[in-house]
């Protein structure tokens, strides 16, 4: 009995000790396609980051890497220092990360926006910021008075174009005449370009601008041209005070926190997370009080609809732009659907670029 | 009064010794910025330049890292050994990797042993006809080959980034801009299990081995010296300078073209719109570091090589800036030609006499 009691102490104490050292060395790993201080993409994940450091979790980034050769060095290093878990946070890193994964089977691997996982110490997350652009289409919709609406696009891929479809069927509720003309940029992060895309649009009459583009450029041009504009990524409400209605702000920082957590403690499991409002991963930054205060209102109501599921972004009927039935009456697009997104919805102007 | 005056006579030892001691200096004031950052610098640098390489894997992605970078810069000393400022193989290896990602894309899905010599090939032409541009224009228009290089830079990046979003983008990759991965019968072998290293060395080994053959035991060679040395005797002597210009180029463009198509068919497997970070810019430190001595750029490339890896595993281990490792290639140069120039000329401290004043 005694002996039996000793060796149960020893084992548990022994199964601490072992447990707590590992505790204590646990390190989670950050890759980022750019630098810390671009105040969008990277640094929200940032922010995310240090929500986990300050969780009294140890982590390490290494930023600007690019999307070529070197991600696969660069990950597999995070891995074989020592850390536990490896977020890369960038498209261009899923191949990479998927052949790392293969190498490091005790190491956990989440990556962003991605759509492979080839193993099964691989998940992917991304938020459904189509949400928020149903908050800005709502918003463009009323305060526009030309109803032609300015769209910055960097990629015609899926999560793009969903964007752009769920900011115009949102603005066609509140405004049947309104017209979105877009700007193909090719990239994410180009001050230049996009600020030179955003007088473009301005020029054509748009007075209501967004972008799916990380820079602050856009919302600086807006506010100079004197047309209403959202922030993209993070509050860039003080790059321009005025113009700003509201601006998407991606919050990584409750995943991060969450999976480093389950990652430590043992229940990190492979999943495709894909959050939004409800979740907060996808958050409004405050609304400009230059709308009114009926249209504030009105906006916040629809942003609790949203994240209950009251209101969901894509509800038939939906109409492609030649006019066929995408979804039908009293029915929403599923996710299948939301994921592989490849047309324009009625009221966009022009082709998507192949 | 201060006068500088050129020295007559450099001795060969120093002239080669110059380059380590910039590298030596480079450690010293890389020191001092890592403990004015708040580092402590030995170890910092022990981070930087030793770390990296204390494993196989390590090693061998220096090798990698480095195969690019010293056959661009090999290729880039026939150009600048000749007087020819060929400032854009960064357009010419875009360039190479456009036309042979081509022809992967072209033999996908084909199994054959003939697929990967057509795609390395075919790459080299690539590279020899965008760099042909310049020196056409330079010989028959006379026109600025500094400029006209650098400016195909961003024709190129245009040209690649058009084909990977629209064209050539993967039909099953929701439309990122992308191809499809090549077929296994496109990639270069990998030498070890486990390791990346590919291939492209070999290619890279040779090259450097016909370049020495090219540059000192051909007459080639030779009148390329001569044309660097002094124009007006290279046209004295007879040699057809417009010839030369135009092959230096192809060589050089051809050199970048084989480093794109190592690339995309070795570590990454695909076209998409990073597939060099700037190899064609820091190859021309290379060359300069290397003395556009095909021996001493197998090194230049490796020390540069390990400025990039160094600046990674600094970042991880101790959050150390990432740009600290531009900083590093660029202190490298700072001291190389701080140093040549107190090698061809000498300071000569005068004093004040009466009959200047």
């Known amino acids: ?354 | 009064m201060i006068k500088i005056e050129k020295r007559n006579d450099v001795s060969p030892s120093i002239y080669f010794l110059t380059p380590i001691l910039a590298i030596f200096l480079t450690l010293f004031g890389g020191g001092i910025i890592f403990y004015v950052l708040g580092f402590n610098p030995l170890e910092a640098l022990k981070f930087f330049f030793i770390t990296p390489i204390s494993d196989l894997y390590g090693f061998s992605e220096l090798l990698v890292k480095a195969t690019p970078l010293c056959l661009i810069a090999i290729g880039l000393s026939f150009c600048f050994k000749s007087n020819n400022w060929n400032i854009g193989a960064e357009g010419q290896l875009i360039f190479g990797g456009i036309v042979g990602g081509g022809v992967a894309l072209l033999f996908y899905g084909h199994d054959g042993f003939y697929v990967l010599p057509i795609i390395i090939l075919s790459g080299a032409i690539g590279g020899m006809i965008f760099a042909m541009i310049p020196a056409v224009l330079k010989t028959y228009l006379n026109t600025n080959e500094i400029l006209v290089s650098l400016m195909l830079v961003y024709v190129a990046k245009l040209l690649l980034d058009y084909l990977v979003v629209g064209p050539w983008s993967n039909p099953e990759g929701f439309n990122f801009p992308e191809t499809r991965q090549f077929s296994e019968s496109a990639r270069m072998p990998i030498l070890f299990d486990g390791l990346r290293i590919h291939a492209g060395i070999f290619i890279t080994l040779i090259t450097v081995f016909l370049s020495w053959l090219i540059l000192y035991k051909t007459y080639l060679g030779f009148q390329i010296k001569v044309s660097g040395l002094s124009l007006k005797t290279a046209k004295y002597a007879g040699y057809k300078g417009k010839a030369m210009i135009i092959i230096v180029f192809m060589i050089s463009g051809a050199c970048a073209g084989l480093a794109g198509v190592g690339e995309i068919t070795g570590p990454i497997g695909q076209l998409h719109r990073n597939i060099s970070p700037d190899y064609g810019f820091t190859a021309i430190i290379v060359a300069f570091l290397g003395r556009l001595n095909p021996l001493g750029i197998i090194f230049a490339s490796l020390i540069v090589a390990l400025t990039y890896l160094g600046a990674e595993t600094a970042q991880i281990f101790l959050q150390v800036p990432k740009y600290t490792g531009q900083v590093f290639q660029g202190m490298i140069l700072f001291f190389l030609l701080g140093s040549d120039y107190l090698l061809f000329f000498k300071i000569k401290f005068l004093g004040l006499k009466k009959n200047e004043l």
């Open chain 1, 1 to 354: 009995m005694y002996k039996n009691f000793l060796r149960y102490i020893i084992s548990v104490l022994f199964f601490l000790g072992v447990s707590g050292q590992a505790n204590a060395d646990f390190k989670v790993g950050f890759v980022y396609v750019g630098p810390t201080g671009d105040h969008g993409w990277t640094y929200q994940h940032d922010e995310g980051r240090k929500a986990v450091e300050a969780a009294g979790i140890k982590t390490t980034y290494v930023e600007s890497v690019p999307e070529g050769a070197d991600a696969e060095r660069v990950i597999r290093q995070l891995a074989q220092s020592g850390h536990d878990l490896i977020f890369t946070t960038s498209f261009g890193y899923m191949d990479p990360t998927n052949k790392v994964a293969k190498d490091f089977p005790n190491v956990k691997f989440e990556h962003a926006t991605g759509y492979k996982r080839e193993h099964s110490n691989v998940s992917t997350y991304s938020a459904r910021f189509y949400e928020g652009r149903t908050l800005l289409g709502h918003m463009a919709g009323k305060m526009t008075k030309t109803n032609v609406i300015g769209y910055i696009a960097s990629f015609p891929i899926p999560e793009v174009i969903r964007g752009i479809n769920a900011m115009t069927l949102a603005a066609q509720k509140v405004n049947p005449d309104i017209k979105t003309k877009i700007v193909w940029v090719f990239t994410w992060y180009d001050p230049g370009k996009e600020s030179e895309a955003a007088q473009a649009l301005i020029d054509q009459g748009a007075d209501v601008i967004m972008q799916h583009t990380d820079s602050t450029a856009p919302v600086q041009v807006a506010e100079k041209a004197g047309v209403w504009s959202f922030g993209q990524a993070s509050d860039m409400q003080r790059f321009a005070p005025k113009s700003i209605l509201t601006s998407i702000i991606d919050d990584w920082a409750p995943y991060y926190v969450e999976r480093s957590i389950a990652a430590r403690d043992g229940t990190w499991k492979q999943q495709d997370t894909w959050h939004g409002l409800k979740e907060g991963m996808v958050a409004m930054a405050p609304y400009n009080s230059a709308m009114g205060s009926d249209l504030v209102k009105e906006v916040e109501q629809l942003q609790k609809d949203l994240a209950s599921g009251k209101t969901h972004s894509f509800t038939g009927p939906i109409y492609d732009q030649k006019g066929n039935i995408l979804v039908a009456e009293g029915s929403v697009a599923d996710d299948g659907m939301l994921a592989g997104m490849n047309v324009y919805v009625k009221g966009v102007e022009g082709d998507i670029p192949q």
